[in-house]
């Protein structure tokens, strides 16, 4: 099994900067895709972004140009860095990995952590 450990959320004003964490740990094999997905109150949960061992990424639409993701494949950690953020940013964002390099992870999933853009 694999457990996925969420770090760095947070409260900030609009225009701040959040970075988000999140190990892998536990599994015999190795991890896959590894990813962020949000959900914010009344909404549907939404794939943010996603990026597999090759590098290949994938971000939505609505965080392009302000959201990055990078992991550190030996550490089995990957990384959200959020700029610019906006008040519609708030959101539990969930860290999710898969066994397989697609980029919509879906088998295992952290606990989420809270990101709150208010003034």
């Known amino acids: 099994q694999v457990q996925l450990v969420e770090s760095g959320g947070g409260l900030v004003p609009p225009g701040g900067s959040l970075r988000l964490s999140c190990a892998a740990s536990?599994?015999?094999?190795?991890?896959?895709?590894m990813g962020w997905y949000r959900q914010a109150p009344g909404k549907q949960r939404e794939l943010v972004a996603a990026?597999?061992?090759?590098?290949?990424?994938k971000l939505a639409d609505s965080v392009k140009g302000r959201f990055t993701i990078s992991r550190d494949n030996a550490k089995n950690t990957v990384y959200l860095q959020l700029n610019s953020l906006k008040p519609e940013d708030t959101a539990v964002y969930y860290c999710?990995?898969?066994?397989?390099?697609?980029?919509?992870?879906?088998?295992?999933w952290g606990q989420g952590t809270q990101v709150s853009v208010s003034s």
């Open positions: 536990g599994s015999g094999s190795a991890i896959g895709a």
């Open positions: 990026i597999n061992r090759f590098g290949a990424t």
């Open positions: 999710v990995a898969d066994r397989w390099d697609s980029l919509t992870p879906d088998d295992y």
